[in-house]
């Protein structure tokens, strides 16, 4: 858009300029006409006077002069010479774009030469020797008209070509601008439409969680219960090893059974962070993760850090990356100690690491948290982590090689950035 409003300017002075003048830089070659106008009235008076005698030759004394110099003057000034260069057909008007070097113009020195030579001819009376210099002269300025006219065609020509050569070129810059426009435009508006949707997809996702939660508690885990209760009476029955080998069975197994319940129950409840801060809900998890699990989850988290600008909703997706990773950490990671981390950085960057000691694997995020490799089910849930990532404005990464164990950094600028630069 900006060579475009640079251009204008250009085409508009361009519309304006007088092609001669844009195209030569020189002087106004209106000097030629004036050289043949000049010699008109020298030959005129030549032609009507009938005899040479002392009154004519000194009229025309003056004259030849101002002739002789005019003359000069046009040698000097260099549109001679710049006549010479420019490449022309003396039938352009017939075949435009057929241009060859005019290579008849007249030599000016011999014009000079000839003028000389009429007038001393005419000073010595020899009127036929006059006539013939005379008419020798009238050629060469009859001829230097046709090149001044040609020329001039050539410029013409040469201007109109140019003007619109750069009118075409603006077309096609304003072309190409609309169209990367219109692209930015078009992928702009399908990223936003796709992070739209992401949003509100993981937003529902963690509605239904919490609807599903509540029924599991009001419906599983009472029928559970039940069941419990009715297993219990079996241990009432009159056949003693029967009931032992029942109660045996059934009572533990449906004790396991509401206790997974709880634990579904408990994953997919959102902590309420209107009672609870974030660094309390994530202490909670590692402890809950470790009491699952028996692996050692240790929470490090700076006691003054500053998490005021998160509001419920990104506090909640700053839970459910840390509790996704260590979800993962519990599948794959055969891991046997787990930290996690959350302290200020550089720059107002909130930090935050899940990391493990656990075998490791090949991320499908690069060092700057692009993807780099296929997406498979193994990879579903990195996938939501970056995604819950992008809605808190940060930056998700994943440092990880087999058998040295995993590193997930989410970092969160506290205020918008442009090139790390914190705009107030």
């Not at 195209?23 to 008076?45: C, F, M, P, T, Y």
């Not at 419990?228 to 009432?236: A, K, Q, S």
């Amino acid at each position: 858009m900006k060579l475009v409003l640079f251009l204008l300017p250009v085409f508009l002075f361009l519309s304006c300029a007088e092609p001669s003048k844009l195209s030569l830089g020189v002087q106004d070659s209106s000097g030629i006409q004036e050289i043949a106008n000049q010699w008109i009235k020298i030959e005129h008076r030549f032609n009507n006077a009938g005899e040479i005698d002392e009154a004519l030759d000194e009229t025309l004394d003056e004259t030849l002069m101002e002739f002789f110099l005019l003359l000069q003057k046009f040698q000097e000034s260099g549109l001679y010479d710049t006549y010479r260069a420019i490449p022309f057909s003396p039938q352009i008007e017939r075949d435009l774009f057929f241009a060859h070097p005019y290579a008849d113009i007249p030599e000016f020195a011999h014009i000079s030469d000839l003028t000389l030579i009429f007038k001393e001819a005419i000073a010595l009376g020899d009127a036929e020797k006059a006539r013939t210099v005379s008419a020798e002269i009238s050629g060469i300025l009859i001829r230097l008209l046709v090149v001044d006219r040609d020329v001039r065609q050539f410029i013409g020509f040469s201007y109109n070509s140019l003007f619109f050569a750069l009118l075409i070129f603006i077309a096609v810059i304003i072309l190409i601008l609309f169209f990367m426009y219109y692209s930015l435009t078009r992928s702009l508006k399908r990223e936003a439409e796709a992070a739209a949707f992401s949003h509100t997809y993981m937003l529902a996702q963690d509605e239904e969680r919490a609807r599903i939660s509540r029924e599991l508690h009001d419906t599983i885990i009472q029928d559970m219960r039940y069941l419990l209760l009715e297993t219990e009476r079996i241990g009432n029955t009159d056949d003693k090893n029967e009931r032992e080998t029942l109660c045996g069975k059934t009572v533990p197994m449906m004790s396991g059974l509401i206790i997974k319940a709880r634990d579904i129950c408990n994953s997919l409840i959102p902590p309420d962070f209107r009672f609870s801060e974030l660094p309390d809900a994530l202490r909670q998890i590692c402890l809950d993760f470790c009491n699952k699990t028996g692996v050692d989850c240790r929470a490090e988290i700076d006691e003054n850090i500053k998490i005021d600008f998160l509001n419920m909703e990104k506090r909640l997706q700053v839970f459910r990356i840390v509790q996704e990773a260590l979800a993962n950490i519990e599948k794959h990671a055969q891991a046997k100690e787990v930290i996690v981390t959350m302290r200020d950085g550089l720059n107002g960057i909130v930090y935050i690491g899940i990391g493990d000691d656990g075998r490791g694997f090949n991320s499908p995020l690069d060092k700057n948290g692009q993807i780099i490799s296929g997406i498979d089910k193994s990879h579903i849930g990195i996938i939501i982590m970056k995604e819950r990532a992008a809605i808190l404005g940060g930056n998700l990464k994943i440092e990880s090689e087999i058998g040295e164990g995993t590193l997930v950094c989410l970092e969160i600028p506290a205020k918008e950035t442009i090139n790390g630069s914190i705009i107030n």
